[in-house]
């Protein structure tokens, strides 16, 4: 689908939304905590006083490639940043799908909320944390615990995991490798 900026598709909405974009998963550079956030005139003052709490400084290097990415043509931004994603998630889901995962595609996110419970390896782990320990320690393999989107008192959570196709290409392949070499789906 294409994106959606709020404020351009619902204007009665403009003057009630934040739009916040940052520089590290765009540029698959997760980790870098650069970004920004356009705000109506009328609530800039309060976002202000909020972000001045948060933020320390953003170290000049960054700053600097910050700079030369946001000046790229705009045909990277419009159509080639979704195509190497989408790419990248369709690589990521094919192999998760591949080790047992239940795997549906986001519709516009770089992020698979995968169900593990078909994953052999996997499968003793009622909470979604030991499960990405698991994933982390043996496999060598980073996620995100399911419940962490719905809240602990929410079942539903304790059955996922969410997986990120920000990184390089050369990134989400080596994970791929990791995740074939050690998971195998149930039979």
């Known amino acids: 689908r294409a994106h959606i900026l709020i404020p351009k598709t619902f204007p009665r909405a ?46 000049h290097p960054m700053q600097y490639a910050s700079m030369a990415y946001l000046s790229l043509p705009t045909e990277y931004f419009t159509h080639e940043l979704h195509e190497r994603y989408y790419k990248r998630v369709l690589l990521l889901a094919e192999a998760l799908r591949a080790v047992g995962f239940e795997v549906l595609l986001p519709e516009g996110a770089y992020y698979l ?55 390089s290409v050369e990134d989400v392949t080596g994970a791929i490798e990791k995740l074939n070499s050690k998971l195998s789906a149930a039979s």
């Open 113 to 167: 909320f995968v169900n593990y419970a078909n994953v052999k390896e996997l499968r003793g782990f009622v909470e979604p944390m030991d499960a990405a320990l698991y994933l982390m320690k043996e496999v060598g393999v980073a996620c995100v615990p399911g419940d962490n989107f719905y809240g602990k008192s929410i079942e539903e959570g304790r059955k996922y995991l969410r997986f990120a196709a920000c990184r």
């Open 14 to 59: 403009a003057s009630l939304t934040l739009v916040c974009n940052s520089i590290g998963k765009s540029a698959s550079a997760t980790g870098w905590r650069l970004g920004w956030c356009l705000t109506p005139p009328q609530l800039s003052h309060t976002y202000r006083s909020i972000h001045d709490q948060m933020v320390a400084m953003a170290p």
